[in-house]
């Protein structure tokens, strides 16, 4: 059963926003597109490099260290360097606000 997280307003985030939270000790990316909100791990899976500083291309976040791109909705590694997925996480927003599900 899921731990239910609150992140921020919905009207908080703008489309193609990317925020990162801490949760136990675990990094989360929580990403705002134009069908709904996403959330994956938040650390690329290359190096430890926190991908909320990175960049939101339509469904893709490209972590700003080295170039890897990876599936938002997926999480699947989608260039090299990166080669091993992003874990996801459930989203629900209800009454205006974000929750992820941990
Ligand atoms: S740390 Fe992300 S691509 Fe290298």
């Not at 290359?46 to 599936?71: A, K, M, R, T, Y």
């Amino acid at each position: 059963m899921s731990d239910w997280v609150r992140v921020c307003r919905l009207d908080e985030m703008e489309v193609e926003d990317v925020l990162s939270i801490e949760h136990g000790g675990k990094l989360i990316a929580v990403y705002r597109l134009e069908d709904g909100v996403y959330a994956t791990d938040g650390h690329c899976t290359h190096e430890v490099q926190d991908l909320s500083d990175g960049f939101v291309i339509d469904n893709i976040i490209e972590c700003p260290l080295h170039g890897g791109q990876f599936d938002i909705v997926t999480g699947k590694a989608l260039t090299p360097p990166v080669c091993v997925d992003l874990a996801t996480y459930e989203v629900k927003v209800e009454d205006g606000e974000i929750f992820v599900g941990i």
